[in-house]
């Protein structure tokens, strides 16, 4: 196990002297003791340097091991601070090692674990080695065969990876079944489940034309919610035949819903593993987020089968090659599915937009702050202390960015080649960020030797865009220059290779086609411009008066565009730009602007007035009936708390929410009568579908609600209660309640107790209830602060420490979406913090190590705060026993 300052560096990869050819794994399930039986054929590898057979293993108790069934000589066996290491001389030899477990004492939820009575396995990344002693790496793949054996009563269903051979019955009330694995994987795609479940079924043809079981296992309570989850998976395949040519390549394709989970889904060989977050919607319980939020992650994980699974990663520093292009495929595919809704060209243009905002939303809130932070990390890191931490919104969604970045410079056909390339060399090995862009390289004769400069440098990077208008030569020369400020490790940055796309619009508000100088004709409304080094300069031509510049159309980088436009041309952007994404740009522009204004005018006990001409920009898109209500909805969304906090110098909650508060009652109050007028105009009629058209509509709405109360008159107050009482639907009964928490009215207490008792026995619309009461604004002084609501919330039976859904939403949203009042003067929302993270780390190292990135950014705040949560940061780090996952977050925030 790694331990703190024990630093894992991708450079020091080495292939182990032996791999694993077979592996037959005997699973005598018991919740105290379960006996694994593993026979690993273990073949020498010629490419390693000469070594030991080297097993890792974690909480393992060794009941035996034998070498080519005899038992081993004196001395054979050596027992390693990180498993045990074998002494052999022959090419291939067979290890037979038996290890118990106590899978009801494991509360990691790694490894092999229960939830429910049930027996569920999570090994991605190093959690086989808590099941038995073996190379646990990706680079070792191998083919496997499981049996399972369980009491039949409490676990009538037995499943792991590929195929069912057989089933029987045995004495004493047990059962058995047993599965091959034709594929070859790694070990942290092993999977079983053991358990009390049903499941939906359905057998649809692939596109060779194999009939292929689809299952979702679920409680039987649960079968009323799972159609969704089946649609989604059925939507996933067809999608991936279509656009990339990928095929399901089993007979059978397993989701299973399990409610102790410390991620989202995992995708194991053909038994996905599931949160039940994500599977589980119905009108009545999800909201058309977790509608989206459970086909995208069914996407995900399927999309593995072939991005991961079939091809996989090398070591853990490679992992953005299996997350970053997974997330991408699943984002391509989230806005292909809101197109295909649409029923015109233009909403389909508007549906895309609204996923891309969504995708750089949870960029700037998730990953910017990330990269600012003590744990920025390039997305193919350079060196680790606990790979459990790397599973980061770097890795994952600048992952995905970094991979769009390649479609816009290959286009579509070209990026499939790579792909069919990248499948053809690298089909069934564990390969590296480089092999894969080799292959796109290859596949297109291009160079992308300088755009490797994004898998090494951490930080998001700066563009500078300045124009100049030349009125005498019809000219307009446009300035890109770049920078990145330095990171841990990090102090020097060099260029990196950008692409820019850009527009011009000429004063009437039409996109200019573009003609760059030395061009004989002009082309496109946009352009992808190439920077590649520090600073360059484009002169476009043959323009009759100044036009307005629109860079980093459809956010073609992951980058901070630093633009020079003062109010006019924002409101002008806002009112016209034909890039949407760059149009909703332009209104999150202006607000950041204007909030963080306001609380500049707070902080220093000014009085707070919210500028005209942003009203008069605000308003012209709300009431603007002919764009999509998705669209306007996001448009008029306020920026994250998170990501308004990076943008301010230091960064201070308490006036910034003064602001944002502020600004939300003036504008609901100031234009209600359109607020209210958009309400009722957008109602949604009939049964509940989950169709984007439906969905922004019920955006919108909401959203209307939101300000409407935080102006909080009594008509207001009333349409959100009605609204409450008079719900068809999840997505209307959680919006007047969002709407209702954000007041300090009386309705905000009946609401939540009416919620509480129609879900009281309801643990995932429970969550949203925890969640909200967690992250609400307090609008009034005389409230309780959330802080002792959240100290009373987790004495509720319904919460547990031991359900990380329960610890996100609860604990997760106090520390993470309510900076105002986690950061109270008093310092007691970080004394609170402290004391949670040291409780859940005895238990369960990932969910606290999650917990304790809630302060990593703490050199952001004003001296005084920093003062205050050092002295919590080093409370935690001098707990004695903290895990590795824990000590290196804390270690590298103080550091
Ligand atoms: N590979 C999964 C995410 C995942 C990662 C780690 C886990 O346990 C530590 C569990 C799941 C995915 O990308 O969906
Ligand atoms: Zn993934």
Redesign the pocket.
């Known amino acids: 196990m790694p331990t703190p300052g024990n630093l894992i560096l991708r450079e020091a990869y080495q292939p182990l002297a032996y791999g694993v050819e077979t592996v037959d794994l005997d699973f005598n399930l018991d919740p105290q003791a379960t006996v694994v039986t593993s026979r690993l054929k273990c073949v020498r590898n010629p490419d390693a340097a000469a070594g030991p057979v080297v097993l890792f293993g974690e909480a393992l108790e060794l009941v035996s091991i034998a070498i080519d069934g005899a038992a081993p000589a004196e001395g054979q066996v050596r027992k390693t601070e990180s498993g045990l290491e074998v002494n052999v001389s022959a090419d291939e030899v067979v290890l037979t090692i038996v290890t118990r477990i106590n899978p009801s004492a494991n509360l990691t939820l ?1 490894g092999l674990y229960q939830s429910r009575g049930g027996f569920y396995t ?1 090994c ?2 190093e ?1 086989f080695r808590r099941i038995t002693y073996f190379p646990d790496r990706p680079d070792v793949m191998a083919r496997y065969t499981v049996r399972l054996e369980a009491d039949a009563a409490t676990c009538p269903v037995l499943l792991s990876n590929g195929n069912l051979l057989e089933t029987g019955t045995l004495p004493n009330g047990r059962h058995f079944a047993r599965w091959e694995d034709p594929f070859l994987k790694p070990s942290y795609l092993f999977a079983l489940v053991a358990a009390e479940l049903s499941a939906l079924e359905r057998t649809v043809t692939t596109m060779s034309g194999r009939d292929v079981l689809l299952q979702v296992w679920v409680e039987a309570r649960d079968l009323d919610r799972v159609e969704h989850a089946m649609d989604s998976l059925i939507h996933s395949m067809r999608w991936d035949e279509e656009v990339f040519g990928l095929e399901l390549d089993l007979d059978r394709f397993m989701i299973v819903a399990v409610s102790d ?7 194991n060989k053909g038994l996905n593993i599931f949160n039940t977050k994500y599977v589980l919607a119905n009108p009545d319980t999800g909201t058309d987020l977790d509608f989206e939020n459970v086909e995208s ?1 069914v996407a ?2 399927y999309f ?1 089968n072939w991005t ?1 699974n079939r091809v996989t990663c090398r070591d853990w520093f490679q992992l953005t090659l ?2 970053g292009l ?1 997330v991408f495929r699943d984002q391509q595919f989230t806005a292909d599915m809101m197109a295909r809704a649409s029923d015109s060209p233009a909403a389909a243009a508007s549906a895309r937009a609204v996923t891309r905002i969504a995708n750089v939303r949870g960029l700037r809130s998730g990953q910017f702050p990330e990269d600012a932070g003590p744990m920025a990390h390039p997305i193919r890191p350079d060196s680790y202390q606990e790979i ?1 931490n790397f ?1 980061t919104a770097t890795v ?1 969604q600048k992952g995905a960015e970094v991979i769009r970045m390649i479609l816009t410079l290959l286009g579509r056909e070209g990026f499939r080649n790579g792909m069919d390339l990248y499948f053809s060399y690298h089909d069934g090995q564990a390969v590296t960020c480089d092999d894969f862009v080799g292959c796109m390289a290859e596949a297109n004769g291009a160079d992308l030797d300088l755009f490797m400069r994004w898998y090494s440098q951490a930080g998001t990077p700066r563009l500078k865009a300045e124009g100049a208008w030349d009125a005498a030569t019809g000219t307009y020369t446009l300035t890109l220059s770049q920078s990145t400020p330095p990171t841990p490790g990090q102090p020097e940055k060099l260029p990196l290779h950008i692409p820019v796309a850009v527009g011009l619009i000429g004063p009437d508000g039409a996109d200019l086609p573009l003609r760059l100088e030395g061009e004989a004709n002009a082309g496109d409304t946009t352009r992808v411009l190439n920077l590649k080094e520090a600073s360059r300069s484009w002169r476009f031509t043959g323009l009759a008066a100044e036009p307005v510049p629109s860079v980093l159309r459809g956010y073609s980088a992951p980058v901070i565009l630093e633009i020079d436009e003062d109010d006019e041309r924002l409101a002008f952007r806002m009112a016209h730009d034909a890039d949407p994404f760059n149009r909703w740009d332009a209104a999150q522009r202006f607000m950041e602007r204007v909030v963080l204004g306001l609380a500049a005018d707070a902080a220093a006990g000014r009085k707070l007035e919210v500028p005209q001409a942003f009203g008069h920009a605000f308003r012209a898109l709300l009431v603007n009936e002919s764009l999509d209500p998705a669209f306007v909805a996001e448009t008029l969304a306020l920026p994250s708390e998170a990501y308004l906090l990076e943008r301010m110098q230091p960064a201070d909650p308490a006036p910034l929410r003064a602001a944002l508060i502020h600004l939300m009652r003036e504008v609901g109050q100031a234009m209600q009568a359109d607020f209210l007028g958009r309400y009722l105009d957008l109602e949604v009629e009939g049964e509940y579908r989950y169709h984007p058209a439906d969905a922004g509509k019920r955006s919108l709405r909401n959203l209307c609600l939101r300000y409407l109360a935080a102006w909080g008159g009594p008509t207001a107050i009333d349409l959100a209660a009605k609204q409450f009482e008079h719900a068809g639907n999840m997505t209307e009964r959680y919006g007047a309640l969002a709407a209702l928490v954000q007041s300090d009215a009386p309705q905000r207490t009946e609401a939540l107790a009416a919620f509480h008792d129609r879900y009281r026995d309801d643990a995932l619309v429970l969550d949203k209830w925890f969640m909200l009461q967690a992250t609400a604004w307090r609008w009034s002084d005389a409230a309780p602060t959330t802080l002792d609501q959240v100290r009373a919330l987790m004495a509720n039976p319904a919460f547990s420490l031991s359900n990380p859904n329960k610890v996100y939403s609860l604990l997760g949203g106090y520390f993470k979406s309510n900076a105002a009042e986690f950061h109270r003067p008093d310092g007691a929302g970080y004394a609170f913090w402290a004391e949670q993270v040291v409780a859940l780390d005895r238990n369960n190292p ?1 969910v606290a190590s999650r917990m304790a990135r809630a302060l990593e950014g703490w050199r952001k705040f004003t001296p005084e705060i920093q003062a205050r949560i050092r002295v919590a940061l080093e409370q935690v780090a001098a707990t004695e026993g903290l895990s590795p996952d824990v000590a290196e977050i804390v270690g590298k925030a103080l550091g």
């Open positions: 790694s999570q991605e990344a959690g989970f410390n991620m989202g889904a995992m995708e992650v995900h994980e593995h991961g299996k997350e997974t459990n599973y994952y990932q």
